[in-house]
């Protein structure tokens, strides 16, 4: 049983909060929240990332719900991506406690540098849907991608909706903001894929994740809604800005890995 002092119950429900808020817009909250749960005395790798998964899909509800009566996203492209990744946020999270975390870390960060280069070096990127296939195609796309990134969410996790983002917005051609409504749902999807294993195995601290949830929820609709009421140009920026606090982050897990 842990046990956690009000100081840290507030510091984690302000990470909820202000993750919500980053998750919502444009993703990546998990960088705030995760590393909050890991800091917890007592709490072991797994139950961090599962009990993330409880406060993260408290919030992706909200702003899958808020984009898609706002917005109106693609349900052509979001449905069999969702389902995509659903079922590989399963297999992701059955093998997260035994693959180490520091194997994928150098291969992200390069992944993440070329993004955030790709994406300030082309400033109409995302600044509206130009969709490069039809049909098919473009659905086996979004399949594939969401395979992909649902593995990756349920593995490990932080990112996953600023790489669905860049993901629709790089690859398949949509603008930041109707790209931003697509990963809400997404990543509700992995969310839940993660938890249909993490639950059963009493890996979820209850108490911990719904306080940081509810906290994760009142951000997301505040995303939400900034977002979808500034348009894309406000995504990009904030997207530019996670990416670039993932690649800090990770370049210092690389260089902690290999020279200390």
Known sequence: MLEIDALTILLLVLAGLTAGWVDAVVGGG??????????????TPVQALATNKVGSIMG?????LTYYRRVGPDLRTATPMAVAAFLAAIGGAAVASRIPAEAFTPIILVACIAVATWTLAKPSLGRRTQLRWEGNRH??????????????????GPGTGSFLVISLVGVLGYAFLPASAIAKIVNFATNAGALVFFVPHGAVIWSLGLAVGAANLVGAYIGARMAVARGSGFVRVIFVVVV??????????TVQQYWF
Do not use: E, K, W
């Not at 992706?60 to 899958?64: F, G, K, L, M, Q």
């Not at 659905?139 to 490990?156: M, N, R, W």
């Not at 670039?244 to 897990?253: F, H, I, S």
């Open 60 to 64: 992706t509800s909200v702003s899958a």
């Open 139 to 156: 659905v086996g796309t979004a399949i594939g991608l969401g395979l992909l990134i649902g593995a990756y969410d349920g593995l490990l």
């Open 244 to 253: 670039g606090a993932l690649v800090l982050r990770l370049g210092y897990q």
């Open 30 to 43: 998990g960088l705030i929240q995760l590393p909050a749960l890991l800091l917890v005395p007592g709490m």
